[in-house]
């Protein structure tokens, strides 16, 4: 059983159960996620679809629709207990569901690690009594989880297999009709209902705070699977700016245009593999930033500057997300050759920190052996 609740964490399970299939093909796969993980195989108990929300606020608002599939995915422990709980990401929401499953006897494997490391730690003690395994995405994170006696291991980020343009920057280009005269910004605000709604109107603002300076820029926005095009992203564009909108190629976008306005989280990550310049933003409710800010003990929240351990990339949090802050950003990137360049050197860094690929399959052959033996057989290792 796999649960994931947002498209990334869907996107890492789906990869995992497709690299099982090919380790030890014929298993049954069911769980809660979105549509990654229902073309890979597994039957969704529960479709994650809008229960992806960030923030105290968010959550409440939301707290009768993630409480119902809690209980339905707890039921389905007890009606059809699998021989492995495979929780991917989704931390609070899959803790519960963990500490059910351990009730009853269930293994569990977490995969990819709270951010305990950013935020509150003390929640290492309470991860490892409902888990039996922890695979991580990022070297630094093995100590954190070993030092607790937790059984870890770290699987590398399953991102650098999958981040990878489909064609040339000159084939990709001419499918998506780009004229190489007019640059391309490419907007990615997210892919949760909150999010757009917060994130959209104000890269509304820094377009067209960037159009008037530079009227030849041709702004891009590459959709989310799953994303409500009808419901969550027109009401919020700007019909002036002529946003060329596309469908199921964003590592496309991304490769081809020559700077982000982009929000945080996975797509920061995906951005620098790809080595694309970016301006990251974010907003949360302003109660959630408020107790978030005094939580936090890390000074980034873009994956590209975490892993990188500085800033390579602007982040534009909060108050600091307007429109001619993200604009000058954007700008700087557009003009400056030299600073261009030199955010792509770092994102290079970035890429060469997150190691050799393999991820999925390194999480399945964990899963393997928890089936198996009931343990990791060795987690010494630090490659996995």
């Known amino acids: 059983m796999i649960v994931a609740g947002e498209v990334s964490g869907d996107l890492h399970a789906a990869n995992m159960v497709r690299a099982l299939e090919g380790l030890r093909p014929g298993n049954r796969y069911t769980g809660m996620g979105c549509g990654a993980m229902r073309e890979a195989g597994v039957e969704l108990v529960v479709d994650a679809g809008r229960l992806a929300v960030v ?204 700077a982000l306005i982009i929000a945080s989280g996975t797509a920061t990550l995906e951005a620098a593999l790809l080595r694309t310049p970016m301006a990251i933003i974010y907003r949360v409710a302003p109660i959630t930033h408020a107790i978030l800010s005094r939580l936090i003990l890390i000074p980034h929240i873009g994956l590209a500057n975490i892993v990188a351990g500085r800033e390579v990339v602007r982040e534009f949090v909060q108050d600091a997300a307007t429109a001619q802050n993200i604009g000058e950003e954007v700008e700087r990137l557009l003009a400056d050759e030299d600073y261009h360049r030199s955010v792509v050197a770092a994102l290079i860094e970035v890429r060469e920190r997150l190691g050799e690929g393999g991820g999925s399959e390194k999480v399945a052959r964990m899963a393997l052996e928890l089936i198996e033996h009931g343990h990791l057989l060795n987690t010494s290792d630090r490659e996995g």
């Open 55 to 258: 923030g105290l606020w968010e959550v409440i608002a939301q707290y009768r629709d993630i409480r119902r599939a809690l209980e339905t995915l707890k039921q389905h422990l007890q009606s059809d207990p699998p021989d492995l709980l495979v929780l991917v990401d989704y931390v609070e929401f899959n803790l519960r569901l963990a500490k059910a499953a351990k009730a009853l006897g269930i293994r569990v494997l977490f995969y990819v690690s709270p951010q305990i490391w950013a935020w509150r730690p003390h929640r290492v003690k309470r991860i490892g009594r409902v888990i039996d395994a922890m695979a991580v995405l990022f070297p630094f994170e093995v100590d954190v989880y070993r030092r607790y006696g937790i059984p870890v291991r770290y699987v590398g980020n399953p991102l650098v297999d999958v981040v990878l343009p489909s064609a040339t920057p000159q084939k990709i280009r001419a499918s998506l009709g780009l004229d190489p005269d007019r640059p391309p910004v490419a907007l990615l605000p997210g892919s949760r209902s909150g999010e757009l709604r917060r994130h959209l109107p104000i890269m509304m603002e820094a377009c067209r705070w960037l159009r008037q300076r530079h009227p030849q820029i041709r702004f891009v926005m590459p959709l989310a699977p799953g994303v409500d095009v009808a419901g969550d992203v027109a009401p919020y564009l700007d019909p002036s700016l002529d946003i060329l909108q596309v469908s199921g190629r964003t590592y496309d976008v991304m490769s081809v245009s020559r």
